[in-house]
């Protein structure tokens, strides 16, 4: 817990049998709101780099720090010019040596623009400041999945109307960003991806949301097979956003959802190849709603979802589920 409602970093390590606590590293101990890391990757028991915000000034270094094992290294990445409230929402790595991060920022002008940084093994160097997207405004970028260096998908969404969303999807080829067109959802004011997961250069499944005529929100998931996005069929038992997908194989991913509401209904599915099929969650034990934000899935079997729950005084608790390939079932977390 922060003081006053300053958050504080939290880091937390999976050993096969429990989570346990490990001791971050604070960008910027001066910074007045609090520092995050949002998205983390490894390519190794030792070796990982996680990325986030820190909201200080303009000129302030992104928040980034890296594990060797035993101990994490704050990682700067600079910031784009001029930026302000910038935040790298999502890295990928394929090497110790090799990520992409991609995130967002506000320009002193007001304008936003999203942004994606690279990881060499000693430095962080910003590729771009937000390419531009088919049309409209505000672009954002929120997650990247890289199967090799010069191969990275990262999607997000732009504003085309200043109210309503459109899904944005980004190529990398080692040298630029390209921009992409995923298919608009016929008859949906707004479409969003949230998360991507590529297994190839030419296998990608992305999650998100849309919402329908009545307004209600419907868990949306794309593919990508190495020319074109499509749109997939879902299974949705509730108004749900896809928050977060991980594929250990191209026929074998997992997504998880939860409702942007405060009813707390989460949801995961799952993809065979063919077709996505809904599973059901384990509630916590004296949690009166839960979330399910992020998923990591080494195979079809072996897969962690993290994410966050509120008892009845709403107070808010840690949440870690694993997957066994047939069913969900609650960890204990440390925090």
């Not at 006053?4 to 346990?20: M, T």
């Not at 067109?181 to 991806?193: G, I």
């Not at 749109?231 to 038992?237: E, G, K, L, N, V």
């Amino acid at each position: 817990d922060g003081l006053q409602g300053v958050p504080s970093l939290i880091v937390e390590g999976w050993s096969g049998p429990a989570w346990s606590a490990q001791t971050g590293v604070d960008p910027d101990s001066t910074a007045v709101t609090g520092n995050d890391l949002i998205s983390v990757s490894c390519v190794s028991a030792d070796s990982c780099q996680s990325v986030g915000s820190t909201a200080t000034t303009i000129g302030s270094a992104l928040s980034a720090a890296s594990w060797n094992g035993s101990t994490w290294k704050q990682q700067p990445i600079p910031h784009p010019s001029g930026a302000l409230f910038i935040t790298a929402a999502s890295v990928s790595c394929v090497a110790s040596g090799a990520c992409e991060a991609v995130g967002e920022f506000n320009s002193t002008s007001g304008m936003t623009a999203s942004f994606a940084a690279g990881w060499n093994g000693a430095t962080w160097t910003l590729q771009s400041q937000g390419a531009a997207p088919p049309q409209g405004t505000g672009p954002i970028v929120g997650s990247v999945s890289c199967t090799a260096a010069n191969s990275c998908e990262a999607v997000g969404s732009y504003t085309f109307d200043g109210i309503n969303s459109e899904p944005l999807a980004e190529v990398w080829n080692g040298t630029t960003w390209t921009t992409q067109s995923p298919p608009f959802v016929p008859d949906a004011s707004s479409t969003s991806l949230s998360s991507v997961s590529c297994t190839a250069a030419n296998s990608c499944e992305a999650v998100g949301y849309y919402t329908d005529q009545s307004g209600g929100l419907v868990f949306l998931a794309d593919l990508w097979n190495g020319a074109s996005w499509t749109i997939q069929s879902t299974p949705t038992t509730v108004g749900a956003t896809g928050s977060g997908v991980s594929c250990s194989a191209a026929n074998a991913c997992q997504a998880v959802g939860y409702a942007d509401d405060s009813s707390g209904a989460t949801e995961t599915v799952s993809w065979n190849g063919t077709s996505w099929q809904a599973h059901s969650v384990i509630t916590p034990s004296g949690a009166t709603r839960f979330f399910l934000y992020s998923v990591s899935c080494v195979a079809a079997h072996s897969c962690e979802a993290v994410g966050e729950y509120f008892n009845s005084a709403d107070a808010a608790f840690p949440l870690a589920e694993g997957w066994n390939g047939s069913a969900w079932s609650v960890q204990p977390t440390s925090a």
